[in-house]
């Protein structure tokens, strides 16, 4: 990856341990700012953690990872995560209806949401506006993921962190969040980082790719990258996927 | 009762061992070592108690108060090892709860300054604060972990650790504090409260004994509220670090 744009979150030689198991190993990298990265790689290669660390949810056990060229540990935790959102694969609902969901963030701040804010992001996620009474326990997997999207999106964060989100889905829905995240970087011109089991996904959605193996990032550059890796391992892991 | 009376008594503990090994229940070696240890223990608390209402000395009155407290956290702290510093959490709720109780009682002359009074009304106050606090620790850990995911979406959101732990906090005293309230409801139509039971026995008026009761009621109504809600903001900043993030629990 040329660097021709800015960083938006730099990692410099991060480990992170839990349980005395390493999970992340050396991770020193770059994601460019405003632009669609796909996160590729087997599970357990580390992929939500990195996210987890980005979110502030977790902190590195050594190595510094920048926001913007300012260290993480610099920012508050409040404001880290209203400028890095992450939509989680769970899509975890909290009790009640869509509305309330999507101005969750207004009121952990003591604030309310204004009214056309929600009516904006529902729309934005293709949904229509009679979706916002509706009790989110009866919502479809592909609607909670498009209204936990949503949800992350109400405070305009700078950067999105995407953890596959797609992967439940059936093919009609994944291409409906797939045109969604490209409207939102061009919209919005949101930083997205996106996790996905996909290759066709990382070649046609993302410009650049991170490919993670065993808590290590094995290759990255532009996604066209993972036609023909040059890493043993990711030629191995891309023809396992592409069967 | 003479001890001789209360030989006979064991009649009632024959009865469930020979049960016992005529069904196969297997409960006689357990039920022998109740029986030897309440034996045990509760004549030892009665001389004890009989020395300290002879003494007339605030010091064994306030003895008798740190050991029953002292019981009391050793009980309870195993419920909740997996939250940092339970013990001192355990021991500063206890002793606020033994301050505020007898404070108003003593303060407002609703009982006298006597071991007599205080002594057994602590044990009474401790010991349902005991059993709360382990109700309230049980649920609360496994409240933690069932909604660890709620937890880290509202932190995840730039919640703070109150507002994320809101939920599992809430539910976690109301569902300790359900047995206390409910239990008030039927008092005196299922059963008559053992307290009141012994002071009857014993012959005293059956309005007072029945005033009493209603004051330990009231007494343990306050107990279950302050204790659940006291113990729950005691401990759920220590699941948290300065960074907002939800800290893996201890291990057992």
């Known amino acids: ?243 | 009762m003479s001890f001789l009376l209360l030989g006979l008594s064991l009649i009632f503990v024959l009865i469930p061992l020979i049960l016992s090994k005529t069904l196969n229940l297997g409960l006689e070696k357990d039920a022998f070592v109740a029986t030897i240890r309440a034996i045990i223990q509760l004549l030892a608390v009665g001389y004890i108690l009989q020395f300290v209402f002879d003494a007339e000395n605030f010091f064994y009155i306030f003895l008798m108060v740190i050991l029953i407290i002292g019981a009391a956290v050793q009980n309870a702290r195993k419920k909740g090892v997996s939250i940092r510093g339970i013990t001192w959490k355990l021991v500063v709720t206890f002793v606020f709860i033994e301050v505020l109780t007898q404070g108003i009682l003593l303060g407002l002359n609703i009982t006298p300054a006597t071991a007599q009074y205080i002594i057994p009304i602590s044990g009474m106050v401790i010991g349902n604060s005991m059993v709360l606090s382990i109700l309230f620790l049980n649920r609360f850990t496994s409240e933690i972990e069932t909604r660890e995911d709620e937890t880290e979406l509202i932190l995840s959101l730039g919640g703070t650790p109150k507002q994320a732990i809101h939920r599992p906090l809430i539910s976690s005293i109301q569902a300790s504090t359900i047995p206390t309230i409910e239990s008030q409801k039927t008092i005196g139509l299922v059963q008559l409260p053992g307290m009141m039971s012994g002071q009857i026995i014993a012959g005293a008026d059956p309005l007072q004994a029945v005033m009493f009761q209603l004051l330990i009621i009231f007494l343990l109504l306050t107990t279950a509220v302050v204790t659940s809600a006291m113990l729950g903001f005691l401990s759920y900043p220590t699941l948290f670090n300065e960074r907002m993030q939800l800290l893996k629990p201890e291990k057992k």
């Open chain 1, 1 to 243: 990856m040329t660097k021709d744009t800015q960083a938006a979150i730099q990692f410099s030689h991060v480990d992170y341990q839990s349980d005395g198991t390493e999970i992340l190993h050396n991770i020193t990298g770059w994601f460019p700012k405003k632009r669609i990265t796909t996160l590729v790689g087997p599970s357990g290669a580390g992929k939500t953690t990195l996210f987890r660390l980005c979110n502030g949810l977790i902190s590195p056990d050594s190595g510094e990872i920048y926001i913007d060229d300012k260290k993480i540990s610099s920012y508050e935790p409040v404001e880290l995560r209203r400028k890095v959102g992450i939509a989680l694969q769970s899509a975890k609902m909290v009790p009640g209806t869509v509305r309330k969901n999507l101005a969750l963030s207004f009121e952990l701040q003591g604030k309310e949401m204004p009214i056309d804010t929600a009516e904006e992001m529902i729309r934005l996620v293709g949904l229509d506006e009679s979706f916002l009474d509706r009790n989110a326990k009866d919502l479809s997997g592909g609607q909670r993921q498009k209204v936990s999207i949503a949800r992350t999106l109400v405070m305009k964060p700078e950067i999105l962190l995407l953890d596959e989100i797609t992967s439940s889905l059936d093919r009609v829905s994944q291409q409906e969040i797939e045109e969604l995240i490209v409207k939102i970087n061009e919209t919005y011109g949101t930083t997205i980082m996106w996790i996905t089991h996909n290759l066709r996904q990382a070649l046609s959605i993302g410009e650049y790719t991170w490919v993670m193996m065993d808590g290590e990032l094995v290759e990255t550059g532009e996604s066209s990258l993972l036609k023909e890796p040059q890493n043993a391992r990711v030629q191995t892991f891309v023809k396992g996927e592409s069967e």
